[in-house]
Protein backbone atom coordinates (compact mmCIF):
# COMPACT_ATOMS: atom_id res chain seq x y z
CA UNK A 1 0.00 0.00 0.00
CA UNK A 2 1.39 3.25 -0.96
CA UNK A 3 0.98 6.41 1.39
CA UNK A 4 2.76 9.30 1.01
CA UNK A 5 2.98 11.52 4.49
CA UNK A 6 3.67 15.77 4.17
CA UNK A 7 4.04 17.67 7.27
CA UNK A 8 6.07 20.86 7.77
CA UNK A 9 3.09 23.43 7.40
CA UNK A 10 1.82 25.79 9.20
CA UNK A 11 1.33 29.45 10.15
CA UNK A 12 3.78 31.65 9.21
CA UNK A 13 3.94 35.74 8.66
CA UNK A 14 5.19 37.12 5.20
CA UNK A 15 8.78 36.75 4.52
CA UNK A 16 9.13 33.72 6.72
CA UNK A 17 10.05 30.30 6.00
CA UNK A 18 8.77 26.77 5.65
CA UNK A 19 10.16 23.63 4.78
CA UNK A 20 7.63 20.52 4.28
CA UNK A 21 8.15 17.11 3.77
CA UNK A 22 6.84 14.08 2.41
CA UNK A 23 7.73 10.49 3.39
CA UNK A 24 7.03 7.61 0.91
CA UNK A 25 6.19 4.17 1.50
CA UNK A 26 4.96 1.05 -0.21
CA UNK A 27 6.98 1.70 -3.77
CA UNK A 28 10.60 1.54 -5.39
CA UNK A 29 10.73 5.72 -4.62
CA UNK A 30 13.84 6.60 -7.08
CA UNK A 31 11.73 5.10 -9.66
CA UNK A 32 8.90 7.98 -9.17
CA UNK A 33 8.65 11.70 -10.14
CA UNK A 34 7.64 13.41 -7.08
CA UNK A 35 6.07 16.81 -7.10
CA UNK A 36 4.64 19.61 -4.50
CA UNK A 37 1.30 20.73 -5.37
CA UNK A 38 -1.04 23.20 -3.48
CA UNK A 39 -4.60 24.13 -3.82
CA UNK A 40 -5.86 27.82 -2.21
CA UNK A 41 -8.83 28.69 -1.08
CA UNK A 42 -11.46 29.09 -4.75
CA UNK A 43 -8.53 27.80 -6.37
CA UNK A 44 -7.70 24.82 -8.74
CA UNK A 45 -4.80 22.45 -7.80
CA UNK A 46 -1.62 23.69 -9.26
CA UNK A 47 1.84 22.38 -9.81
CA UNK A 48 4.16 24.08 -7.75
CA UNK A 49 7.93 22.00 -8.15
CA UNK A 50 8.59 18.66 -9.44
CA UNK A 51 11.27 16.36 -9.33
CA UNK A 52 11.82 13.63 -11.77
CA UNK A 53 13.44 10.37 -11.25
CA UNK A 54 16.60 11.70 -12.89
CA UNK A 55 16.87 14.92 -10.59
CA UNK A 56 15.56 17.13 -13.30
CA UNK A 57 13.18 19.92 -11.58
CA UNK A 58 10.53 22.22 -12.73
CA UNK A 59 8.98 25.20 -11.19
CA UNK A 60 6.04 27.03 -10.72
CA UNK A 61 6.05 30.49 -12.81
CA UNK A 62 5.57 32.68 -9.42
CA UNK A 63 7.77 30.37 -6.86
CA UNK A 64 10.68 30.28 -8.82
CA UNK A 65 13.99 31.44 -6.99
CA UNK A 66 11.68 31.05 -3.64
CA UNK A 67 10.92 27.64 -3.56
CA UNK A 68 13.46 24.46 -3.63
CA UNK A 69 12.63 20.79 -4.19
CA UNK A 70 14.72 18.33 -2.89
CA UNK A 71 14.28 14.32 -2.78
CA UNK A 72 17.19 11.98 -0.37
CA UNK A 73 16.42 8.46 -2.42
CA UNK A 74 17.64 6.69 0.42
CA UNK A 75 15.12 8.33 3.29
CA UNK A 76 12.53 7.84 0.30
CA UNK A 77 11.57 11.59 1.43
CA UNK A 78 10.81 14.86 -0.96
CA UNK A 79 11.00 18.18 0.89
CA UNK A 80 10.00 21.68 -0.13
CA UNK A 81 11.98 24.40 1.15
CA UNK A 82 9.75 27.39 1.06
CA UNK A 83 11.21 30.98 1.57
CA UNK A 84 9.96 34.81 1.34
CA UNK A 85 6.48 33.36 1.74
CA UNK A 86 3.48 35.57 0.46
CA UNK A 87 -0.26 35.78 1.54
CA UNK A 88 -0.92 34.29 -1.99
CA UNK A 89 1.44 31.15 -0.99
CA UNK A 90 -2.12 30.33 1.22
CA UNK A 91 -2.55 26.99 0.43
CA UNK A 92 -2.74 22.84 1.03
CA UNK A 93 0.47 21.57 -0.13
CA UNK A 94 0.11 18.52 -1.54
CA UNK A 95 2.53 15.57 -1.97
CA UNK A 96 1.90 13.48 -5.74
CA UNK A 97 4.11 10.57 -6.75
CA UNK A 98 3.91 9.63 -10.35
CA UNK A 99 5.07 6.83 -12.58
CA UNK A 100 3.58 6.66 -16.24
CA UNK A 101 0.04 6.26 -15.30
CA UNK A 102 0.27 5.68 -11.53
CA UNK A 103 0.16 8.89 -9.34
CA UNK A 104 -0.19 8.25 -5.54
CA UNK A 105 -1.38 11.71 -3.55
CA UNK A 106 -0.56 12.48 0.06
CA UNK A 107 -3.68 14.18 2.44
CA UNK A 108 -2.17 17.55 2.02
CA UNK A 109 -0.37 20.13 4.72
CA UNK A 110 -1.88 23.67 5.38
CA UNK A 111 0.48 26.80 4.99
CA UNK A 112 -1.08 30.05 5.89
CA UNK A 113 0.69 32.95 5.52
CA UNK A 114 -0.07 36.32 7.54
CA UNK A 115 0.44 39.87 5.91
Known amino acids: QVQLVESGGGLVQAGGSLRLSCAAS????????MGWYRQGPGKERELVARMDSGGITNYEHSVKGRFTISRDNVKNTVSLQINSLKPEDTAVYYC?????????WGQGTQVTVSS
Open 26 to 33: GLIFRYYA
Open 96 to 104: RADFGREEY
